[in-house]
């Protein structure tokens, strides 16, 4: 089956700690996207990467990093810079590297920092 | 800024009505808009995608409309049945200028009461 997949889907780290989520894709999109998503507040972009070894900042890129090393593979990583790095990140990715795209979502990892 | 609105913010109606979700955005320089699906602790599904050229799209039951003059988008659920419960988000992809990702809205939390 093609998709997104996204783990792990539940991950608890301790303050201080940097910690990279994962995203692989196997849909031959060029496009890939992290979205962070809180309560009661709508998704922000935090990085996205069009083609390999190419990606930029988004909105709120302060305390995360990215590697597209390759086209499948999106990791991020939540480092002890990240103030508030509780909650539920998503990725995503397009098949273009134009906006005219629909975005696929995958199931997102949970984020749990004390 | 380009910033993304949703009324109501939650909505309870009985099994087989007709409904209407609203979505408007503040800047009218968007090349797309797609409304999602997110069940809780699920990852987005998207339901249907609209160009800035295109005045309305269907799937099913759903049916989304866009006039971008005005900043506003509808998704109308035709015969809603308890399966639709979920929040339903809305996204425009922004054309002009800054970050190449997508602006949310807080969603539209449905409850479809059997």
């Known amino acids: 089956d093609g998709g997104i997949t996204q783990s792990p889907k539940y991950l608890f780290r301790k303050e201080g700690q940097n910690v990279t989520l994962s995203c692989e894709q196997n849909l031959n999109h060029d496009a890939m996207y992290w979205y962070r998503q809180d309560p009661g507040q709508g998704l922000r972009l935090i990085y996205y990467?069009?083609?390999?070894?190419?990606?930029q900042k988004g909105d709120i890129a302060e305390g995360y990093s990215v590697s597209r090393e390759k086209k499948e593979s999106f990791p991020l990583t939540v480092t002890s810079a990240q103030k508030n790095p509780t909650a539920f990140y998503l990725c995503a990715s397009s098949i273009g590297q134009g906006p005219w795209y629909e975005q696929y979502f995958g199931p997102g990892t949970r984020l749990t920092v004390t | 800024k380009q910033e993304v609105t949703q009324i109501p913010a939650a909505l309870s109606v009985p099994e087989g009505e007709n409904l209407v979700l609203n979505c408007s955005f503040t800047?009218?320089?968007?090349?797309?808009l797609q409304w999602f699906r997110q069940d809780p602790g699920k990852g987005l599904t998207s339901l249907l995608l609209?160009?800035?050229?295109?005045r309305e799209q269907t799937s099913g039951r759903l049916n989304a409309s866009l006039d971008k003059s005005s900043g506003r988008s509808t998704l109308y659920i035709a015969a809603s049945q308890p399966g639709d419960s979920a929040t339903y988000l809305c996204?425009?992809?922004?054309?002009?200028?800054?970050?190449?990702?997508?602006?949310f809205g807080k969603g539209t939390h449905l409850i479809i009461q059997p």
């Open positions: 609209i160009q800035s050229s295109q």
């Open positions: 800047d009218s320089a968007i090349y797309n």
């Open positions: 990467s069009q083609i390999v070894n190419d990606f």
């Open positions: 996204a425009v992809r922004y054309s002009g200028g800054g970050a190449d990702g997508l602006t």
